[in-house]
């Protein structure tokens, strides 16, 4: 997938557009992708119009949400979905000091050249927001662009899927409905750095991966899958401060079952966070080392291959 860093179409080859921010990529997002792709015909390309930084940032500096994909791992979903590009732009006062007329004919119609656009039917854009899918569809309509305002993706009881219903999962430590929300599951990932080493000492030798700027579950304990170097291993994840060594900042170590290399620098990815415990405070080590074990039964499982 090609990246652009300009709202701007250098190819002839005539262009479908999907816009959006996309956090965490999920079922509504493929669908609006899916819709995006059925309207390519031969020699076309799609693509999808998204922002580096959450508008919030811009307009509402720390309002934003907290974000359930890095903006590398929201690139890579989206090539995963299928686009043959992404105009990846800052959200700065270039773009939110457009008029919605503005943003419509002069960057889609002008310089982007589009021949359809598919967007959220909730969706709003230009300046204060006043645009809408009314507005779209009669000014691209006019100009002769296929416009598809899509309706809301809904989940099993009929209630809309959302960025901010995930994030409430993630936050409440709620995996598996943030997985089936989101249509693919929810990872950390990062490079495992140096820690405190009091693993090692206890036995229990745990991988301290760099905290990544988003959204991290509520803290706790969790049964897990990390992959590295091409494969799989179950594994328990501890999310919060140690409390039981007076820890301060927030950490993400995960321990590796049937895994004993040392991989400082490395990257690792974590996934299929299921919660099995809250963190706690031991009086004793001796503690903290028989609820470890008894931890264990939640990757008594066989080996991924």
């Not at 929201?74 to 270039?94: E, W």
């Not at 982007?112 to 809408?132: A, E, I, P, Q, Y």
């Not at 309509?141 to 409430?168: H, K, Q, Y």
């Amino acid at each position: 997938m090609k990246i652009l860093h300009e709202l701007r179409w250098d190819s002839h080859e005539p262009l479908i557009l999907a816009i959006g921010f996309f956090d965490g990529m999920h079922r509504g997002h493929r669908d609006i992708a899916r819709q995006a792709i059925g309207l390519r015909r031969l020699g076309w390309r799609t693509a999808a119009l998204t922002f580096a930084n959450h508008p919030a940032s811009f307009l509402r500096p720390g309002q934003e949400p907290p974000l359930i994909t890095t903006p590398e791992e929201r690139i890579d979903l989206l090539a995963q979905a299928g686009y043959d590009a992404c105009f990846f732009v800052p959200f700065d006062a270039s773009i939110a000091g457009q008029s919605a007329e503005h943003f419509l004919r002069e960057t889609l119609i002008g310089a982007l050249r589009v021949r359809g656009v598919v967007v959220g039917k909730s969706f709003r854009f230009g300046h204060k927001r006043l645009g809408d899918t009314e507005l779209m569809a009669r000014v691209l309509g006019e100009a002769g662009i296929a416009f598809v305002p899509l309706e809301p993706t809904v989940d099993g009881g009929g209630a809309r899927i959302s960025s901010t219903r995930i994030r409430e999962a993630i936050a409440s430590g709620r995996m598996d409905s943030a997985d089936e929300l989101l249509g693919h599951s929810y990872e950390i990932g990062g490079l495992v750095e140096l820690g405190a080493g009091r693993g090692h000492g206890l036995g229990f030798p745990t991988a301290n991966v760099s905290v990544p700027a988003k959204l991290l579950p509520k803290d706790g304990v969790y049964a897990a899958v990390a992959r590295f170097d091409g494969r799989d291993y179950p594994s328990l994840v501890s999310i919060g401060s140690n409390p039981t060594f007076e820890g301060g900042s927030r950490t993400v170590e995960a321990w590796l079952r049937d895994f004993e290399e040392t991989i400082y620098g490395r990257e690792i990815r974590l996934r299929d966070l299921r919660y099995v415990r809250a963190q706690e405070r031991f009086e004793r080590v001796d503690d903290l080392l028989a609820q470890m074990e008894r931890d264990l039964d939640a990757v008594a499982y066989p080996s991924y291959g």
